[in-house]
């Protein structure tokens, strides 16, 4: 028996509209077996097929996905939704205290959560740990990695129904009081999620799985969930997945490592010393288990820096006024050709809503991927465009072919940011491309390429204008950065422009933090407050090591 994986996606699978080419064009049926079958939907046979992978090429919606050479081992199986669908090996625990997992995106985070939460029953449980932590039921609070807009009621409504007596803590944390009786829809996504993760803490459970709790956050508030996690959750199993990996290892002792083949399989390493497990992620090798899971390692890449080109857009100076809260740029911007300038700040001090005015002042000039966003039921293929060098290269880089037969409702949330980045970045008549938290939801990987992407459209002598709050991704990126200051929910200014070094001190500086670098990786490190390295960078002003 060969561990050969066929995968049909059912929502792609439509043999009523198309000409059964799978069935038709498949070697081993020629030799009139039975190897490809089409009922309402195909069915595989995996010890048949020989991994040649012409119906993968021939069927036209993208609908299967022949795992030939890499396929985990079957023993390790934890749960498989049916035959010739996704399959999940293995299963990370929330253990005592804080564990951490690194992961790609479609590769089972939800399974996995499932699978702890009660909604799914594992079919084999592969190793003595995992029997037994079955042996016992388990509650357990999950935190979603989507925020939804759409939340009705207010703030205080919320929090104040299920107070289990830690309401008041994690509204000094989060400063809550701020936000207390604003309804959700007014809320940014910073606010949603300090809401969102608020709630699920307080909810009775001894596990909790928290899955992308720092997305939306600055980095006060980062630090200060960490911190309230190791003091306050060190009893409780709490599992966090989430890719900023700058912070990882200061949250987590440990880490598991997710890893598969998007839609198709997920597969669930041990867990490792976190350090040691980012740069196995990194390397897309667990020597340990001598599984190597990607053909060629994530590398961070500083682009050459160029010279400024041409004036190309000024952002005149505007204040924004929403009933109490005020944002107000005193400056006049001017945007070059071929930049890309960086928007960074605090939470709550209307970095949205500014760029949104700038965006309804001049939507001939200016376009937007906002920061929440919306889905739809109509397929991915309504935004895809293959017709110009740009959107050749973000459809092949960004894997977005796979997806242009899928709804909008049916995507992951890291898939529908890339579709909603690629529908701003592929118009051609604007020149200036604004997006608001586009690294959101999208893992290390898919980072990295957003950065190379919005490099291509930054050499159309067009100006990006980009929102977040990762760190990396700016130092990677961007050419210069606006930093903004204020009040959260009161008021938030424009400090100014700066080149994006001195732009990101400026802003560790208010936060109080420093980095280090991994020396193998040169990855970013958050470091300990007091430590020696974390005063030596704030002596020397320097707050990040460079490369
Ligand atoms: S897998 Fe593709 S080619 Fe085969 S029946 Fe389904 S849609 Fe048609
Ligand atoms: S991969 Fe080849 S052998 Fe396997 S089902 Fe597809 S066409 Fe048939």
Known sequence: MNNRLAVIDKKLCAPDRCGHECAANCPVNKLRQECVVVEEIVRIDENLCTGCGICVKKCPFHAITIIKNAAPDPEKLVYSYGANSFKLYGLALPRKGVTAMIGENGCGKSTNAKLLSGAL?????????????????HGIAFKPQELHAGVKGKVNELLEKIDDGQLNELKKLFD???????????????????????????????????????????????????????????????????????????????????????????SVSQSYATDRAINMFLEGFIAPENVKFRGQPIKYKSYNEEKLGDELYVLQPARVKFESFTVENKHSLTLHQGEIVGVAG??????????????????????????????????????????????????????????????????????????????????????????????????????????????????????????DHDLEFLLNTVDRLIVMDGEPAERGEVKGIYHKDEGVRLLLKKFDLTYRRDPPTKRLKLNKAGSQKDAALKKSGEFVETR
Request: hydrophobic letters at 40%; proline letters at 3%; charged letters at 25%.
């Open 121 to 137: 029953t594992p079919q084999n449980l592969p190793t003595a740990e995992l029997r037994e932590y079955y042996k016992q039921e």
């Open 346 to 467: 605090p939470n709550g001090i209307g970095k949205t809503t500014l760029i949104k005015e700038y965006c309804s002042q001049d939507p001939d000039n200016l376009i937007l991927k906002p920061q929440i966003l919306e889905r739809g039921d109509f397929l991915a293929a309504k935004y895809m465009r293959t017709d110009s060098p740009f959107t050749q290269i973000f459809v092949e880089d960004m894997g977005l072919k796979q997806l242009e037969y899928y709804k909008l409702n049916d995507l992951s949330g890291g898939e529908l940011q890339k579709i909603r980045v690629f529908e701003c970045l592929s118009s051609e008549k604007h020149n200036v491309y604004v997006l608001d938290e586009p690294t959101n939801m999208l893992d290390v990987k898919a980072r990295i390429s957003l950065s190379k992407m919005l490099r291509e459209k930054a050499k159309e002598g067009k100006a990006v204008l980009v929102v």
């Open 176 to 266: 809550l009081d701020k936000v207390w009786n604003r309804e959700f829809k007014h809320l940014s996504g910073g606010e949603l999620q300090k809401v969102v993760v608020a709630a699920t803490l307080m909810q009775d459970e001894q596990a909790f799985v928290l899955d992308e709790p720092f997305a939306f956050l600055d980095y006060v508030y980062r630090i200060r969930l960490i911190n309230y996690l190791k003091e306050k959750f060190s009893n409780k199993n709490v599992l966090l997945i989430d890719h900023d990996i700058s912070l990882l290892s200061y949250v987590s002792e440990n880490a598991y490592l997710l890893y598969g083949v998007n839609g198709a399989f997920g």
